[in-house]
């Protein structure tokens, strides 16, 4: 059965929001049922954060190096997630590694623009991915929503969509096309989670009906 309470949403990002606009976009038009409380970003410039103040959300920057350690940065990122009392933490574009504290475990989903665990990692983020996935001469790529966990694009998948690479692609062409089942892909991931259909069992996501 679909849910009709708004799931309660933060985002974490570091650049341009492409995903927090698809978010807003959707949110808009019906076709994602959520409320995002907040946006959290390790950049004080990152232009993801005047889409949210131009959409009303409240806004946190926690700079990674005025934090020190990693525990301190991710206990002050997750603190403003937990004060927003939100349901569900997606990354969107979130480039730097968070560790994810207990109460939030099977919480956090993050989206990786090709198929974990291809050309991801620490380092593959954005542009690179693309053109990493031309230079090895791949025939298709895509992406991954999955759970997060402490290791960079690493947790349970939730779902893959896949698309062609085309003989003449730029990074680009392909980043757009991927981009395109982005923009379903995490929605419905977080469709399903709002429906509690998203069963975790060691490192695959069932989904149940
Ligand atoms: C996301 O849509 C995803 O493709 C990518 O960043 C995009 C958002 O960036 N995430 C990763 O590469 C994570 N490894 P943007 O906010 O700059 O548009």
Redesign the pocket.
Known sequence: MATTTPIRLAVL?S?????LQNFLDRIADGRLVARIMTVVSNKADAF?LERARKAGISTHVVDRKEAGSLGEFSRRVFASCRDADVDLVCL??F?TLVEVPDDFLGRVM????ALIPAFCGKG???HR?HEAVLAYGAKVSG?TVHFADNQY?HGPIILQRTVPVLDDDTADALAARV?EQ?CDAYPEAIRLFAESRLRIEGRSVRIVP
């Open positions: 990002l650049g341009s929001g492409t995903t993801g969107a574009g480039m993050n989206i990786h623009p593959y983020y954005g991915v992406c694009d981009f982005e």
